[in-house]
């Protein structure tokens, strides 16, 4: 636990209700999560109980609470995406990942997740590896992707 | 009244717009909106700036946001001292070198990927970009700066009679403003079309020492991007819209809930909300009068349902974004229960066109009942994808097919209104857009998401994927939208996989109406409209699935076989290589053979036979 990290959140909110939310978002990118230790020092600092805090926290996708992989895979599936084959680039992911989006393959390296909508509709379908995005995906595409990672 | 800090920066302002325009050292203009980024504008700078160092060139690199054609990204255009502005489609770090060259070292004007020059005057073999089929029909209103000036450059606003709006608002009676937006006929953007001066005079009627306004960036329909598209290319026009609204409503702080997959968006709000403070133009006393306001931006955490008003207000007081009932409306009690108005980006981004050039002005688009102008995020099977803007009353076939460049395949139907609204077929290819048209025909106007949808599409697919979105994105507190939306959702899967029975569409049919009625909010009161509107318009092809198993798009997997067609196959083993499972066998120069039993239909195959040019485009999908 960083401790001055959270010291430096708790000067720049004034402590009220209303900054639950945004605090959390700053734990998250301090953490890339929310551990429970912050979350337990959040809810003494807020008074606002542990339970309602995690009631919040699971309400928003955005909200992760552990450790993601190395990689971050994204796949998008908004309707440009899915009418464009966006179910399909999901598919080769799980194969070759081996894992479910929500989840980070056994070694930490990558972790996949599925998203609605990163508004390049115009480009879709639309894959991104970290910062980058990749637009009007195939199958095939994809699969070069992955493998030029893999031996980099 | 005191602006003098403006007035002096505003002449500035038109002293650098005006250098801007009669520039001395050559202006390349990138389209950096999160789409130009997405099909690689920042190698393109990269190239760009290695191509200048290395043969000692001198250049200004300028950051557009959007200017609407998106299949055309990466657009760059180059300006010459003393030319015209000049367009470039499609480039890639590649062709760089070549474009640059003949401007700055042969000095002439670069032929390929030419789309064509902005400014009136004619150049010889050039076309004029505004006339490009995609942008000659529309009308750009809320859009007028998007692609044109400097998002992070405040000067290039006010040089465009910028602030003038506010200035201008800010010496009438708020009853005034009032009227003026009233006369202008202007409606909701965000998809219902409530009279926006009606909304703001019930807050303004309630007695309250407090009243809040907030803009509603939750742009959360998949397959719209107009909103991110007005903030990343004109964050000024959203600030002015906001002030007025402010103004009008006497509203002393104002909140931006803007979703956080918007990164560059929320940036350049910052950054022009720092630079508007400088100038007076924000806080206590604004230009010296006596309306103070202040802007806060929250960012969203992911949940949809926080487009709607009262969810977003539980989640900016930092609780579970859940709807509650209404009445009452927040207009009369909103956050922390004191008046609230929520309107859309584009409402407010429009606002300031309409106090600058008069109700009448802005009334003289549109139709009877829904006036102004539009904009449409223009996606899916359709030749020329973007961003448009046009006036409401035009035809979904002038947008489709003049602005939108018609299909490569044959058209079937266009979704509006995102998952709250529904698939329109060929019959509505000729109705006005409008609120009431499209409420009639079962959809909703929505937020300006058009999905144009071709005969590979499936319908049945395309309304399981609409009512699975909102499934998962129900937030849970009403029965019929937790539970209902789920068996809708488990009955078109079902019929997807081909074990769908007759009764299954008289059941879709009475959950759907039965969900309309009785949800809580306006997510569950809409989920079932893609369903129902599919089950009216193309009942033909549900029937398809259920009777003789088959989906005539070939799309739903369970219901579609991979075949090789041995007249064309070439045996040139491209997709016995990419076939991850060994389905595909045969030796080089023989026609392969598919096994059914091994094949997991990724499309591998498919793609490469397609693709590839020794392939023979011999694998085909069918139902």
């Not at chain 1, 309707?79 to 989840?103: D, S």
């Not at chain 2, 202006?27 to 700036?49: K, N, Q």
């Not at chain 2, 900016?316 to 009452?328: A, D, L």
């Not at chain 2, 994808?385 to 939108?404: H, K, Q």
Request: hydrophobic letters at 40%; charged letters at 25%; one cysteine or more.
């Amino acid at each position: 636990m960083k401790k001055e990290a959270l010291a430096e959140i708790e000067r720049e909110f004034k402590g009220e209700r209303a900054d639950l939310i945004p605090v959390l978002q700053r734990i998250q990118a301090i953490y890339d999560y929310l551990p429970k230790e912050a979350i337990r020092k959040t809810a003494r600092w807020l008074k606002i109980s542990e339970n309602e805090i995690y009631g919040v926290a699971t309400f928003y996708a955005q909200f992760r609470f552990g450790p993601r992989g190395k990689h971050h895979l994204k796949v998008c599936l908004g309707t440009a995406c899915h009418v464009n084959g966006g179910e399909q680039m999901l598919e080769v992911l799980k194969r070759r990942l081996e894992i479910n989006p929500g989840e980070t393959t056994a070694d930490g390296k990558y972790d996949l997740e599925r998203v609605v909508c990163l508004g390049c509709c115009a480009l879709a379908p639309v894959v991104t590896f970290d910062d980058k995005t990749y637009a009007q995906m195939s199958v095939l595409k994809l699969q070069g992707i992955l493998d030029e990672h893999k031996k980099a | 009244m005191n602006t003098k800090k403006l007035e002096t920066r505003r002449e500035q302002a038109a002293k650098k717009w005006l250098e801007f325009q009669n520039n001395k050292r050559p202006l390349i203009y990138v389209g950096t909106g999160s789409c130009g980024l997405a099909a690689g504008a920042a190698e393109i700078i990269g190239a760009m700036e290695t191509y200048l160092k290395n043969k000692k060139l001198e250049a200004d690199i300028v950051r557009v946001g959007c200017i609407g054609p998106c299949y055309l990204e990466p657009l760059v255009d180059i300006r010459m001292p003393g030319k015209q502005r000049i367009s470039y489609s499609n480039v890639t770090a590649d062709n760089v070198p070549r474009l640059l060259e003949a401007f700055f070292e042969k000095g002439e004007v670069y032929k390929p990927r030419l789309v064509g020059h902005f400014g009136a005057e004619a150049i010889e073999g050039v076309p004029k970009f505004f006339d490009h089929p995609m942008l000659a029909p529309q009308v750009r209103i809320v859009l007028r700066n998007c692609g044109i000036i400097d998002p992070e450059n405040l000067d290039h606003y006010l040089a465009r009679d910028g602030y003038q709006a506010i200035e201008k608002s800010l010496v009438m009676p708020w009853k005034e403003v009032l009227e003026t937006v009233k006369n202008s006929g202007l409606r909701g953007r965000g998809g219902a079309g409530f009279p926006t001066w009606r909304k703001w005079l019930f807050c303004r009627e309630t007695e309250s020492a407090e009243r809040y306004l907030i803009c509603n960036a939750d742009e959360g329909d998949p397959g719209a991007f107009m909103n991110r598209s007005l903030i990343e290319g004109d964050p000024h026009a959203l600030l002015e819209g906001m002030l007025i609204a402010a103004y009008t409503l006497g509203a002393t702080k104002g909140f931006i809930y803007i979703r956080a997959e918007y990164p560059l968006a929320i940036e350049r709000l910052k950054s022009a909300i720092a630079k508007i403070r400088d100038l007076d133009l924000l806080g206590e006393h604004i230009l010296g009068s006596d309306f103070s306001f202040d802007i806060k931006i929250k960012e969203g955490a992911g949940a949809f349902v926080c487009g709607e008003e009262t969810a977003l207000m539980a989640s900016i007081e930092g609780k579970r974004g859940m709807p509650r009932t209404r009445p009452p409306f927040p207009a009369v009690s909103g956050l922390w229960g004191k008046p609230t108005v929520i309107n859309n980006v584009e409402t407010l981004g429009t606002l300031p066109n309409i106090l600058r050039n008069g109700a009448i002005w802005y009334a003289q688009y549109g139709t009877e009942s829904s006036k102004g102008t539009k904009t449409f995020s223009l996606v899916g099977k359709v030749r020329r994808t973007g961003l448009i803007e046009v006036p409401l009353g035009t035809s979904l076939r002038r947008v489709i097919f003049d602005i939108g460049g018609g299909l490569v395949k044959e058209f079937k139907a266009v979704q509006t209104g995102g998952p709250s609204g529904g698939c329109l077929g060929k019959e509505f290819l000729d109705t006005p857009i409008d609120y009431e048209n499209l409420a009639a025909a079962g959809s909703i106007m929505g937020s300006g998401g058009l999905i144009v949808i071709d005969k590979d599409t499936c319908i049945v697919d395309t309304a399981k994927y609409f009512l699975s979105f909102t499934q998962a994105e129900s937030c849970g507190k009403c029965v019929p939208c937790r539970v209902g939306t789920r068996h809708l959702v488990d009955i078109l899967q079902k019929i997807c996989k081909g074990k769908g029975e007759i009764t299954d569409i008289h059941k879709l049919e009475k959950l759907g109406s039965a969900i309309k009625g009785a949800s809580l909010c306006g997510l569950g009161q809409s989920a079932p409209n893609p369903v129902l509107t599919s089950l009216k318009y193309f009942r033909e092809e549900f029937l398809a699935h259920i009777m003789n198993k088959r989906c005539p798009a070939a799309v739903c997997r369970d219901l579609v076989v991979y075949r090789i067609i041995k007249e064309k196959c070439t045996g040139c083993q491209r997709c016995v290589q990419v076939c991850p499972t060994g389905a595909i066998t045969g030796p080089r120069s023989e026609i392969h053979n598919l096994d059914e039993t091994k094949c997991i239909k990724c499309r591998s195959c498919y793609e490469i036979c397609r693709f590839d040019a020794i392939a023979g485009d011999a694998i085909i999908i069918e139902s």
